[in-house]
């Protein structure tokens, strides 16, 4: 399909009236949440695709916003039928807690002074971000399931936040060009660009905003952050020595590299829409960011509570700020704890910035793993059952008639009790059982229908069996995946897309 845009697209607000309480114990409300929705939304919402920004961005993702007539920051890749598709799906962008583009931070009105909090804005973790976004897309939505959780950078963050807090909530999380941690060198540069701020004399600790604000350092910080998001060989590419308007360099202390200039450019743009306090608190949020706990536990233990949540960990081959071996750290700990776990690496020389900018392998990358094939698209669901108190007898007769070798045991309404083989009727036969309870396995391995095959050859290796009851999440008996199944409509699949 030709790729598209979503077109004009309006920013809203949500409100959470209540106070909702913080990471530090602090307590913060209400708040004001800015939102975009493209695509939409299916009567089952289970197509909701929940996109987090980075550092700089907004709610402001995707099309050509109505009234500042700007396109979203990752319009490159929502759209229909581009990486993130809008025909497909129903994606939810919303601004961050503690930003400077709708939702609360500290340039909001705080209501018990009637001004801007400024530092009176409570610090804030990736956690508090992450718990507000929860609150939209069950107050505002209804949505109880995320498709999947997706961002960069920052928004890498906030992916791995949800698959750790709210590990039931989403299906999907794809962390691209992140950390699970931030190194000592990204603390670094965050440490640099606030000290830009910090020392600026307009900054007034914190309390300008009918003033003059610390413009200077705000730009100096971003001209930073820029560097660190590009490479040695894209600035080569892009700039190489040229000089910016003029033949020879001029001997003095003005610009003469275009890349100065440029840098200049970018400083001095940036300042325009953003506020210096929410650089300086998301740079700390972003800072304080560690799934490890200070170094207290190990990274695999962060994780070791999810059980059914799919990872496709995306890095860039040439981001020196987060490194492939940062996402190499987090695929390890998700399989040690047996998460099923997809890695990529693009291969761009942009640098940190390329997950913004090269759509066509985001595409790949993206659609194909959200359309891997899954349990509902090849699972039977015409299949016999059997009652839990019928005999062995009947069941040997079920087995034989259907053809199936294996029975799934089910009591009245359905839900599922055991499963009975070809295998466990021999034994039952050798052993001389009656009942059906005693020769049945009661501990079931089953899918569901939003499963990967990959997950369930996973499931069916690992446990050497064929086959797999698919339940609901009433744990109903809805269907069979068996292997043979799986083998004769598309092979056997490669366990996993590694570039490693
Ligand atoms: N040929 C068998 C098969 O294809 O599953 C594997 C042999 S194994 C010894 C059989 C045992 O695995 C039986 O007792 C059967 O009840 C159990 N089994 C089969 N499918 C199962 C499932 N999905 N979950 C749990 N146990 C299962």
Redesign the pocket.
Known sequence: MQQGSVGYVKTKKHEINKKIELKSGKKLGPIQIAYETYGKLNKEKTNAIYVCHALSGGAHAAGINKKTKREGWWNKMIGPGKAIDTEKYYVISSNVLGSCKGTTGPSSTNPATGEPYGTDFPLIKIDDMVKVQKKLIKQKFGIEKLLAVIGGSMGGMQALKWAKKYPNHIQHCIPIATTARSSPQQIAFNEVGRRAILSDPNWNNGQYYNKKAPRNGLALARMIGHITYLSDESMREKFGRNLQNKQKPSFDLETDFEVESYLNYKGKSFVKNFDPNTYLYLTKAIDYFDLTNGGQTELQEAFNHIKDVNFLVIAVSSDWLYPPYQSKEIVRALEANDIEVKYSEIRSSYGHDAFLLEKGQMKHLINSYLSEIKVSDISENNIPLIKKDSSIKEASEKIIKSGQ??LPVVSQNKKIKG???A??IS?AVAQQHKDLEEI??K????ATEDESITSVTKKLEK???????VVNQQKEVIGIIT?DIITQLIGKEKPSTEQR
């Open positions: 070798t294996h499963i009975i083989t295998w466990d034994k049945m396995t501990e079931v391995i089953t446990n050497n069996i064929s086959a797999l009851p292997s």
